[in-house]
């Protein structure tokens, strides 16, 4: 009676069901600068568009300010702000990192954090970390806001939204264009606090739309056939039984 059904099963395991599919991947690349800086408020001046622009051989742009105080390089990556500061002072620097401040496009405000802080304590307090003179700080800044615990996994969303759903969500990005952000970044020097804002503007958003197909495995279909040939092997082998009884019987 399984005769039957064993040679359905194997006919199918050597039958792979492909089906197509498309897919649109939507992705906005922005292109983002540091505009001008907010000096501290004893600074001779009160904002500072002195900045410098270097570029390395691998493509990186990175943005330079100087005052007498510090040197500060600035790259913007996707999910982080990364810099390297100098100290140009006789005098220790110290920066309390608790009082650093990311205002995002929108005007809302986000503490933020930087290397070395676990995500799961990213609301505890953040030791101050002290700049001898002459020596320099490599680190980088994460807005808290942007930090979520996804199905007990920590993810980091993207400083500006570069993945969409649907064309509308796509389009809408390029409004972005001209607006800015900034992060307050407070040095103190000599017991005395010296808040320095540095303002990012969005020069350009480029959008890009593309559709893709490719086949994969249509393991609904694979299945569907296999229980119907499991059943008409089933039904076969019980018919066969049904035919030898007659036969037998008739002899």
Known sequence: MYLLTIVALLSLQSCTVMKDVTTTTRQATYSVSLDKVEL????????SETIQKENSDEGVT????EDENIRIFWLVLNKQFSFTIYNKTNHALKINWDDVVYVNTDKSISKMIHSGIKYSKMNEG???????R??????????VDNIHLVS???TTLPLFP???????????AKTLEGESVSILLPIKI?????????SFKINKVEVDS???THQEHDYDEELSRTMSATLWGTLGGIALVVLIAIASVQH
Do not use: C, H
């Open 40 to 47: 501290p408020s004893n600074s001779k001046e009160r904002f």
């Open 62 to 65: 990175k943005y330079v300010f």
């Open 126 to 132: 953040q030791v101050p970390t002290t700049l001898p």
């Open 134 to 143: 002459g020596a320099k700080l490599e680190d980088i800044l994460v807005p």
């Open 152 to 154: 007990n996994e920590w």
């Open 162 to 172: 570069n993945w969409f759903s649907t064309d509308a969500a796509m389009e809408k």
């Open 190 to 198: 000599e017991d005395v606090q010296n808040d320095y804002t540095f």
């Open 210 to 212: 593309k559709t893709e």
